[in-house]
């Protein structure tokens, strides 16, 4: 306001429209008005890397924005957040405008169409929450919108006329932006709806028999999949396109939730799929933001105890129904849950109480016993006991972290538009993205990869 006092005095000659905001400044009080304008940026930037770092968060969150490494600084604030890869970013971005222009007025009126633009776009979104969230009258909305969005769209407009001297690097920064944004959220709902629309439906897996049609090794296989209900249709590829599979077979899904923790006793659901003969499971693991995921081996003995603990104590009354009817019990893990199933090692001893103990003996005898140790009570029959010697079984011979990659590709008579955008920007980005934590912290050596591609 008292750069605007001041030209309004210093409009005489042709040149005055270039004064900038120094001059406009008192001698006496420049020096003083500089350092207050410096603290005021450092404020400025800190608030602008803040507001970055939370809208990528619920961008990704929402499936809008490629997947990133993400760091929580904070158990108790759960927005305290730092991103390394958009920092970097900002900084380069930074460094690239004050290169390239070398002038602060260019860059002030890049910076005032960015400011006015959010401001303009905060009111637009303000009317929309007076009337769908405070649920306030429509006039009362629109009387906000015409009284700060006139006043805003005055200064929207005057930064509009600096358009070519600096101005367009906020639009050009923000076409870029969405481009990558529309690209992503587009071929992730592609593939989401592949996933969706062919699954496997239970009647196939029925009509395949408890051998699945193939053979049955011992071992367990862990099919990571993102959906939580179903049989995702990457498992039809294993099963008709390997020759033998596992005797235990687990979909494993790895959730994120909003919280900083979740509790060890709440740390899986478990379930089966399809009936007791087919020896198929699935798993939901949840964590929170600020809960370290174990390494392979303490995660194998966890699942494994889960599941052990979910065939010994299977009760309807402990069951959450899931889509499609399917059934799943909250299971804690073996460290919080000292009244379920264990599982320890000893060197050998033949003695056993068959009442307690359920073990499978490896065939190689120098090896090490491994044996589950089931709660004197409540009894378990023999069909639950035999499933627990064969889980137990298959422990020992192994665990496999099967993972399928699926590219997607555009279906054949798609336009140009549709093919530039899945083959070739959404594979870019999936390409460049992070890799879920579950995949970072897998064995190489147990990891079995299967590529699949999507045709949306």
């Not at 309004?8 to 020096?31: A, Q």
């Not at 296989?221 to 993102?226: K, N, S, V």
């Not at 010697?389 to 054949?412: D, P, Q, T, W």
Request: contains cysteine; proline residues 4%.
């Amino acid at each position: 306001m008292g750069q605007a006092a001041y030209l309004s005095k210093h409009h005489i000659n042709e040149t005055d429209y270039r004064i900038g905001f120094y001059v406009s400044v008192p001698e006496k009080i420049r020096w003083p008005v500089l350092v207050i304008a410096i603290l005021a940026a450092v404020v400025g930037s800190q608030s602008i890397i803040t507001g970055t770092f939370s809208i990528i968060k619920q961008c990704s969150a929402l499936g809008c924005f490629p997947k990133i490494k993400i760091i929580h600084t904070s158990s108790k604030i759960h927005g305290q957040i730092y991103i390394p890869q958009i920092n970097w970013t900002l900084m380069l971005l930074c460094l690239a405008v004050t290169i390239g222009f070398q002038d602060t007025k260019r860059m002030g009126n890049a910076s005032g169409l960015a400011v006015i633009t959010v401001m303009l776009v905060t009111t637009c979104l303000m009317s929309l929450v007076i009337v769908l969230c405070w649920h306030k009258s429509v006039l009362l909305a629109v009387f906000f919108l015409f009284f700060f969005g006139s006043i805003e769209a005055l200064y929207f407009s005057a930064s509009l006329m600096k358009f070519l001297e600096g101005a367009w690097v906020p639009i050009a920064l923000a076409l870029i932006f969405s481009v990558i944004m529309y690209v992503w959220h587009y071929g992730t709902l592609k593939k989401y709806e592949f996933d969706v629309q062919n699954k496997v439906s239970i009647n196939w897996l029925l009509a395949l028999g408890p051998t699945l049609g193939i053979v049955r090794v011992r071992g367990i296989g862990l099919i990571h999949t993102e959906l939580v209900s179903g049989i995702p249709a990457i498992f039809s590829h294993f099963v008709t396109n390997l020759l033998a599979f596992h005797q235990v077979v687990v979909f494993l899904c790895i959730k994120s939730v909003a919280v900083p923790h979740v509790s060890p006793g709440e740390r899986f659901l478990v379930g089966r799929v399809g009936p007791k003969g087919y020896r198929l499971y699935r798993c939901i693991a949840r964590y929170g933001y600020r809960d370290i995921h174990k390494d392979d081996i303490e995660f194998e003995k966890d699942l494994t105890c889960s599941i052990a603990e979910f065939i010994r104590s299977e009760r309807p009354e402990h069951i959450t129904r899931m889509e499609n009817d399917e059934k799943m019990t909250v299971i804690g893990t073996s460290s919080s849950n000292s009244q379920g199933v264990s599982i320890c090692a000893d060197g050998g001893d033949d003695h056993e109480d068959s009442s307690e103990i359920v073990s499978a003996k490896s065939p190689e005898k120098p090896r090490k016993r491994v044996r589950f140790v089931v709660p004197e009570s409540p009894q378990i029959d023999s069909e639950t006991r035999e499933e627990l010697r064969e889980l137990m079984e298959a422990k020992e011979s192994g665990m496999a972290f099967i993972l399928g990659h699926s590219y997607v590709r555009a279906k054949k008579g798609s336009n140009l538009m549709k093919r530039i955008v899945i083959n070739y920007g959404y594979d870019f980005l999936r390409r460049n993205s992070r890799e879920p934590t579950y995949a970072l912290s897998i064995s190489h050596a147990s990891t079995l990869e299967v590529g699949m591609v999507y045709l949306v």
